[in-house]
């Protein structure tokens, strides 16, 4: 019974400009987030969802949210002249380790691939971020390959695995959250 409270608590929904303070704490709750992109004030993490939700975005974004608070962000950076997306994802540190992020990427991925009518999505994390690659296998992603050091971060080169997730592809055997579209 205490699952299906869970299911009910958690879930996903566009990303809102009320959501500023959200982000912004969610940025302020790890360094790490700094790769996200430049969030350091509330000012900085309006005009961060502004632009994701701005009427010719390419952004789609969704909200994860406990009890309507927004703990994590799924988004498909959408290439519309090859139907392709480029999807990716972070969440708060206090919402981590708890499976979210991985049910919220397959539902966001499954909706992307369906719904919305794309045929591929793709997307990326440095190898040292095991949790990033655990979470994209999850939602149904295979991993493509490795870019050696992509990535310079703090004097150190980095390397990416990528990975791709088709349309044809089956959906993955995980219990997807709740999606609403408002």
């Known amino acids: 019974m205490e699952e299906n409270c869970e299911v009910l608590a958690v879930g996903l929904r566009r990303l809102r400009s009320s959501d500023a303070p959200q982000v912004y704490q969610a940025f302020a709750s790890n360094a790490d987030m700094a790769r996200q992109g430049d969030v350091s004030t509330l000012a900085q993490a309006q005009a961060y969802i502004d632009a994701l939700i701005a009427t ?16 994590g962000l799924v988004c498909v950076s959408v290439d519309e002249e090859n139907l392709n997306g480029w999807f990716w994802y972070w ?23 369906t719904t919305r009518g794309l045929e591929r999505l793709e997307l990326g994390h440095r190898v040292n971020n095991p949790a990033s690659g655990a979470v994209a296998r999850r939602a149904g992603f295979i991993k493509e390959g490795t870019e050696r050091q992509k990535f310079l971060i703090g004097g150190q080169r980095i390397d990416v695995d990528t990975y791709g997730r088709l349309a044809s592809d089956p959906q993955p055997p995980i219990n997807g959250l709740v999606l609403l579209e408002d």
């Open 56 to 71: 010719q975005s390419p952004h789609e974004p969704w909200a994860v949210v406990e009890e309507d608070t927004l703990v």
């Open 91 to 113: 969440m708060t540190e206090d919402a981590r380790a708890r499976g979210w992020m991985s049910r919220a990427a397959a539902t966001v991925a499954n909706w992307a691939l």
